[in-house]
DNA sequence: TATGCAACACACAAAATTGTAAGTAATGGC
DNA sequence: GCCATTACTTACAATTTTGTGTGTTGCATA
């Protein structure tokens, strides 16, 4: 999450793989442990900082912020800052991140049905 | 990949977010590097471990089989062993990996869009 | 002057994933 | 007997991700 080697096989074939499939690069930006439920959060609505540290339960400050720095980095969030002490900073869906919900409710819908497949056995 | 450690607060936050949400829980299942890739390769078609190997450029003998034995044990990959020697063992997409075709699909092209946007800057 | 707040940064540790380099088993052909 | 073949396994190392705990900034209020 921090740096990446950029030398490393691991890397490459990162790079490699989801340079050609639109899917594998899909996933890879949003594969980090709370992307999707901060993601999900912002869906119709800015919040600051701490109003999405309320709304997910167990995550860190240092996850929090690794995590919307990276969205941010990858145009998925935009972040507004504000000149005020505390300080103020809003966080909220960039347009191509708003144009992955209808997606989402499909692959959501498919989770569901797989995981309930999984119970049966 | 191998095994995990159950109580670890990783593997805990893990679980509580993708029980909830459908997404969530199914781009956990389709994360790992070579994942998608193998399950591409086996659309309409069944492979044998050193098919699969030959398409995959750069994947190991390590990588190919984790990476299998955990679709298979999702459920997403069916195995057959025929008793024959050299061994022969061939994967097949389950129907409800076929179910994610269609998704695919869209994901796919928004992940485009999401890597076009990004040469823009 | 001391304290609190919001949104981080930093150092470090733990855990998870990925990669590398060896084996291994059973059998048919030489 | 010796070798080649296929689908793995094992031990280990490197990399990456996640988590824990503490420190920082600048101003307002007590």
Redesign the interface.
């Known amino acids: 999450m921090a740096k990446r080697k950029e030398t490393s096989?691991?890397h490459i074939?990162?790079e490699?793989?989801?340079?050609v499939?639109?899917?594998?690069?899909?996933?890879?930006?949003?594969?980090g442990?709370?992307k999707?439920?901060i993601l999900?959060k912002l869906v119709n609505r800015t919040l600051r900082f701490s109003e999405l540290k309320e709304h997910i339960p167990?995550i860190t400050d240092r996850m929090l912020t690794l995590h919307l720095q990276e969205l941010e980095a990858?145009?998925l969030v935009s972040r507004t800052v504000y000149a005020e002490v505390p300080p103020r900073v809003e966080y909220s869906l960039t347009e191509?991140a708003a144009?992955?919900i209808?997606?989402?409710d499909?692959?959501?819908?498919?989770?569901?049905?797989?995981?309930n497949?999984?119970l049966q056995r």
Do not use: M
Request: charged share 20%.
């Open positions: 096989t691991n074939n990162r490699k793989i989801s340079g499939c639109g899917v594998a690069h899909a996933i890879d930006i949003l594969a442990r709370w999707l439920f999900y167990n990858e145009g191509i144009r992955l209808p997606v989402w499909q692959l959501n819908e498919w989770g569901h049905q797989h995981r497949s999984r």
